[in-house]
């Protein structure tokens, strides 16, 4: 029993006893006597730490998913950043592409755990690291999306970095359709031609937006991008600027003069002086030439 459930089978030998505990639980048995009910022994209390692990990964379910405390096992990864040691671990294979979303934000998680998740993909040993969350809602609650491809399968961790206690947690996919400007290929740098005085406004959505130079593994829980392409008429500093963005999350501090994503350009400093708290990033005395900024997804 674990002071709330209790599972009873009456039986000699080696036995399994229904798992009717979520991992991470713990679990006292006592091994009473058929023949006389005053005969009993408490064997101990246990902890299933069959999911502390990649290896031990549990399947997870469109829907609330829940697990016990994170105190066994020591298989945090701390991909997303340092701090975990143990770590719970879901393993989920989608039927079809779209937009993921592993959150413990209300109501799922009421109790307003802190928490942390991170995905990965690959194989227990071989792990790449997809992205993940810390502090998004409630406000230390956690939710990253993410562009899941069918037949693909993810890992799914969940880690004591900020606290240890077991928490329930969402897993949706919804249909997802690429943005525009999603391909760098496609996108003509000339067609928005900038000079010095002129401003270019970029609307629009990153969400769903595929990797496709193959650069978001460089910045932290990103899964893709979409592109602002333009041509610089002429020697000039130029400011790539958030102020007024919603739901901003990240950007990229480089830019690019070609598709390859090997030809960075640095900028030389950026600022969080939006009334909004979003960045400002300054590129000084760039050459005339086409240029191709990632507004990153993630």
Known sequence: MNGIEVASVLAT???????????????????TSTSDPNCSIVVGTFTDCCSGTCVGAVPAVLGSNTHGDMNCGGGATNALAGGAVN???????????????????????????????????????????????????DPFNSTFGWLANGGTTYYIEWDDRWQSTGHSWDLSLTPCVAP????????????????????????????????????????????????????????????????????FTNAALNMYTDCSGTNPVNSQTFNFLCGDGNPQIFYNSLPPGEYYYPILWG
Request: aromatic share 8%; charged share 10%; with cysteine.
């Open 13 to 31: 030998g080696i036995v399994n006893i229904p798992a009717v505990y979520a991992a991470g639980v713990p679990v006292t048995i006592t091994l």
């Open 87 to 137: 770590a719970r671990w879901y393993t989920w294979t989608p039927a079809s592409s779209g937009l993921a979303v592993a959150s413990s934000c209300s109501p799922f998680n009421n109790a307003g755990d802190d928490t942390r998740v991170s995905v990965h993909t690959g194989t227990c040993g071989s792990l790449t690291f997809v992205g993940g969350s810390d502090d998004n809602c």
């Open 180 to 247: 525009a400007r999603d391909e760098c290929t496609n996108e003509i740098p000339s067609n928005n031609p900038l000079s010095i005085g002129n401003t270019i406004n970029y609307n629009g959505t990153a969400n769903c937006a595929n990797d496709d130079v193959g650069i978001a593994g460089i910045f932290g829980g990103v899964t893709g991008y979409v592109w602002a392409t333009f041509e610089l008429l002429t020697c000039a500093d130029v400011v790539i600027d958030y102020c007024g963005t919603v739901n």
